[in-house]
């Protein structure tokens, strides 16, 4: 499918995930030629001349294997994920071609989620579920966010938008990033064990990286003091399971997931029947306000591109 405005410019041709940007937007810059593809529809309906001279390609948001289209666009020079995370699209990527990244699409959205997590596990929300569903009415005084200490860790602009929503509950926050910016307060990863006995809640924004990839394991979880809440809107893998498995089972640790490791969770997974331990199936950056942020970034690439000038969230190819 495809979309041609009538110019006599030369082409730029750009590959979407959805149609109508214009009309929600406005016109396409002099030259541009759009081609729309979903990543669900069979790839070789595509016209030719999309698959030959496709230049920028916005890949198709949360549509598992779309990547591969990849190695079917010679022309290709830019690729913009709509996701934060792209490090396993690096070495997909064919020689020329630069990626960019989603940053910023996901802040509010996951930030908003992971509060949820947050104040849902602090409030016994899954148990009061339960009790209505049973018709039980058994009420008990619950934790608190406000006046608990949370460590952010892997603190950057989705822990920024958490940040802000965590201090109007009136919580404290403990900012951690892979490395120290005494500048902002933010803590390096290696003063996780000095750091991790005072905090009540651990929410984990870490992308999976080598360095990343287990970084909050056993010893980690060793050091929080008992009743912690370990939340992780992350990546799964940042995330030791079987140690996450015997914490939780024991009923020393309680967690709030957004993630896992492996995923999806298979159904009869250990990690479902933890008691404290609740789980949603990765939608932290799925709510509404991610379609209108994505569409105003799409559009606004697309004009950078025709016209020749830098695109927006370069990620840096090692």
Same mark, same amino acid.
Request: charged share 25%; with cysteine; hydrophobic share 40%.
């Given at each position: ?18 149609? @109508? ?46 990547? /591969? ?28 071609? +630069? ?7 996901? @802040? ?12 849902? +596990? =602090? ?44 201090? +109007? ?56 003091? @008992? ?7 992350? /990546? ?15 009923? /020393?640790?309680?967690?709030?997931? @957004? ?41 606004? =690439?697309?004009?950078?591109? +025709? ?12």
């Amino acid at each position: 499918m495809s979309e041609h405005p009538a110019t006599s410019a030369p082409a730029v041709d750009v590959l979407l995930p959805w149609p @109508d940007l214009d009309r929600r937007h406005g016109p396409w810059p002099s030259g541009v030629r759009v081609h729309v593809w979903d990543g669900r529809t069979p790839e070789d309906e595509l016209p030719a001349e999309a698959l030959e001279s496709t230049g920028l390609w916005v890949i198709p948001y949360a549509v598992p294997g779309a990547e /591969r289209l990849l190695p079917r666009l010679p022309a290709l020079r830019a690729v913009q994920s709509l996701s934060a995370g792209v490090e396993k699209l690096l070495p997909l990527l064919p020689e020329g071609a +630069a990626l960019h990244n989603g940053r910023g699409l996901h @802040d509010a959205s996951t930030a908003e989620h992971a509060l949820g997590l947050v104040i849902a +596990a =602090q409030r016994d929300l899954p148990r009061w579920v339960e009790d209505q569903q049973q018709g039980r009415w058994e009420p008990h005084f619950t934790r608190s966010l406000a006046g608990s200490r949370v460590a952010v860790i892997g603190y950057g602009s989705i822990g920024e938008a958490l940040e802000r929503r965590l201090l +109007a509950c009136e919580a404290e926050v403990v900012r951690v990033a892979r490395r120290a910016r005494p500048d902002e307060d933010v803590h390096p990863v290696t003063d996780l064990p000095e750091l991790l006995p005072e905090v009540d809640i651990a929410v984990l924004v870490l992308p999976e990286t080598p360095a990343t990839a287990g970084l909050f394991g056993e010893k980690e979880m060793a050091a929080l003091p @008992d009743g912690a809440l370990v939340v992780n809107v992350g /990546r799964g893998r940042t995330l030791n399971t079987d140690a996450l498995v015997e914490e939780t089972r024991s009923g /020393r640790l309680r967690a709030a997931l @957004d993630v896992t490791d492996p995923e999806p969770l298979p159904g009869d997974h250990p990690l479902r029947r933890c008691p404290g331990v609740l789980i949603t199936p990765h939608v932290a950056g799925g709510s509404a306000t991610f379609r209108p942020r994505a569409e105003r970034l799409i559009v606004e =690439q697309v004009r950078r591109y +025709a016209a020749g000038e830098p695109l927006l969230n370069a990620f840096p190819r090692p």
